[in-house]
């Protein structure tokens, strides 16, 4: 474990989170309930963190001091609402309320990743299929027809065949150079957009995007209000929730807008305002905001704005996924149906000549 960052499942940490909140509400000490759950967890890194998380509270430490000394399983808005809790005397109540947040986010991480492995998955084996017709079946059939064509001086291959014999000469005949360029440049587009102004450029792409931007957008806000209503209703001071709430969205446009609107509240402006002039934030959310600061209800009305984007992006994702399994298919078709049709043409031609005679 020394040295190494312990990656905990989502999934894992709601689990836990649940449990632990169960066994606190029956009057389960923290120190028992957590070397209990200790011995459940079947992960060895998570294993690990919470053996020292037992031991930190054994030794005195409050349960959100020891969970924030291991920053990459519990983040800031875990260890916030824990702090609350303890604070409130409702710990069990917050842990609750924490489990249903990383369980709800976890479905909504699944709904996506579910969407977008089928065309990650199909545009991967299209582009394997033809890569392997280029380089191993394409030019045993150009030998054969090269060979026709010499006994056959009149003869003469199709401008499809041409193009495709042509393309598979390219690729390989400069699989040294192609194959190590698109390598770096996929290493220097991950890189490039990793943080700072390029991170934010590849969010501010996304989106733009056709389709798949307003599904990102959607997603987006989804994360924010159910964050901030969260951690609202945990107690959690404002301005130190929207510090919380700008790292979790998931998109640095919207990160840069809350953080702006973090600034504008410090200086005595309602919430509303600054995400209002933003432009990031629909006009149904920044309206609902503002009558949530003015009726003191501005944690209820985001948990609503959370649960509308969450039925939006489930029924966006399920449209989705009904478009592109047949276009995909369409793809494929067209993409290997072209390349047989090629080869297959010059055949087609000598067939013809012959019934002539």
Not at 29 to 43: A, C, G, K, M, R
Not at 125 to 151: A, D, N, T, Y
Not at 283 to 312: H, N, P, Q, W
């Amino acid at each position: 474990m020394a040295g190494r960052k312990p990656r905990v499942r989502l999934r894992d940490l709601a689990i836990f989170t649940r449990q632990l909140s169960t066994m606190i509400s029956a009057g389960i000490p923290i120190l028992e309930s957590v070397e209990v759950l200790v011995e459940q967890v079947e992960d060895p890194g998570f294993k690990e963190v919470l053996r020292n998380v037992a031991d930190a509270v054994r030794a005195g430490t409050d349960l959100s001091e020891a969970m924030s000394q291991h920053p990459d399983v519990f983040k800031d808005l875990y260890i916030n609402m824990v702090r609350a809790g303890e604070a409130s005397g409702q710990l069990d109540e917050i842990l609750n309320r924490l489990a249903e947040y990383l369980e709800e986010t976890d479905a909504l991480r699944r709904e996506i990743k579910s969407a977008m492995t089928y065309p990650a998955v199909s545009l991967t084996m299209i582009v394997g299929i033809v890569i392997v017709l280029l380089v191993f079946v394409i030019p045993r059939f150009e030998k054969i027809f090269i060979s026709i064509k010499r006994q056959a001086k009149s003869f003469e291959l199709p401008l499809p065949t041409e193009i495709l014999f042509k393309t598979s000469h390219f690729v390989r005949e400069n699989m040294t150079i192609w194959v190590p360029a698109l390598v770096g440049l996929i290493v220097v587009i991950v890189l490039a957009t990793r943080g700072g102004k390029g991170s934010y450029l590849k969010d501010y792409i996304m989106l733009k995007l056709p389709v798949l931007g307003p599904l990102m957008h959607k997603v987006a806000l989804s994360r924010f209000a159910r964050t901030f209503a969260t951690l609202l209703q945990s107690g959690v001071p404002i301005l130190a929730t929207l510090d919380i709430v700008a790292t979790t969205t998931g998109n640095k446009v919207l990160e840069k807008a809350i953080v702006e609107a973090s600034r504008s509240i410090q200086e005595g402006e309602p919430l509303a305002v600054p995400l209002t002039k933003s432009g990031v934030f629909p006009t149904m959310v920044t309206r609902m905001v503002l009558i949530g600061e003015r009726s003191g209800a501005l944690e209820t009305l985001l948990s609503k704005i959370s649960d509308f984007y969450d039925t939006e992006v489930k029924a966006t994702v399920k449209q989705l996924t009904s478009l592109i399994e047949p276009i995909m298919m369409l793809l494929m078709g067209v993409v290997v149906g072209g390349v047989v049709m090629a080869v297959f043409l010059p055949i087609f031609k000598m067939a013809g000549a012959i019934g002539r005679r």
